[in-house]
T-cell receptor, first 113, second 110 residues
Framework: NAGVTQTPKFRILKIGQSMTLQCTQD?????MYWYRQDPGMGLKLIYYSVGAGITDKGEVPNGYNVSRSTTEDFPLRLELAAPSQTSVYFC????????????FGQGTRLTVV | KQEVTQIPAALSVPEGENLVLNCSFTDSAIYNLQWFRQDPGKGLTSLLLIQSSQREQTSGRLNASLDKSSGRSTLYIAASQPGDSATYLC?????????FGTGTRLAVRP
């Protein structure tokens, strides 16, 4: 099935631990995004990428890092997890064509304790 | 910087009513606008995509319109049902980013 795949679906981290959220898409989209959604809030952009080897910061990049070595993969790295990073994380992909939808992964629910 | 606003933040209506959700954006240089639905604790389901050159799109009981020059989109839901209860999000594609509004939380009462 074509789409965006995120892993894991759920994770509990202790303060100070690190982890990588995986995101893979098989639609050959150039653009990929990472968002976080806090309870009752909208989606805030963490990082985005316009193609392999190119990444840029969004609204809330502090505490996160990304890489884009291939078109398909866009992992999000959390270093030194903090309780403020407890959130639901969504990965998305698209192209810069007016007729191309943005596709989203199922989300990763992360709790930092 | 693109800013997207959705009004109202919450809406409660009796079953069967027609309703309109609003989305406004500050930069009219957009590629497209997409409406999503999100159920509690779930991911995003795409409802409609309107390209920048289009004025409206329809899918079943849903109709979305776009007025790019005034920076507005509306999502019209006809004959609302309890199953329509969810949060509705609009997202604007412009520049290199996809920017979301904060959503409208809809409750349809039986």
């Amino acid at each position: 099935n074509a789409g965006v795949t995120q892993t894991p679906k759920f994770r509990i981290l202790k303060i100070g631990q690190s982890m990588t959220l995986q995101c893979t898409q098989d639609m050959n989209h150039n653009y990929m995004y990472w968002y976080r959604q806090d309870p009752g809030m909208g989606l805030k952009l963490i990082y985005y990428s316009v193609g392999a080897g190119i990444t840029d910061k969004g609204e809330v990049p502090n505490g996160y890092n990304v890489s884009r070595s291939t078109t398909e993969d866009f992992p999000l790295r959390l270093e030194l997890a903090a309780p403020s990073q407890t959130s639901v994380y969504f990965c998305a992909s698209s192209n810069r064509d007016p007729d191309t939808e943005a596709f989203f992964g199922q989300g990763t629910r992360l709790t930092v304790v | 910087k693109q800013e997207v606003t959705q009004i109202p933040a919450a809406l409660s209506v009796p079953e069967g009513e027609n309703l309109v959700l609003n989305c406004s954006f500050t930069d009219s240089a957009i590629y497209n606008l997409q409406w999503f639905r999100q159920d509690p604790g779930k991911g995003l389901t795409s409802l409609l995509l309107i390209q920048s050159s289009q004025r409206e799109q329809t899918s079943g009981r849903l109709n979305a319109s776009l007025d790019k020059s005034s920076g507005r989109s509306t999502l019209y839901i006809a004959a609302s049902q309890p199953g329509d209860s969810a949060t509705y999000l609009c997202a604007v594609s412009s520049g290199d980013k996809l920017t979301f509004g904060t959503g409208t939380r809809l409750a349809v009462r039986p």
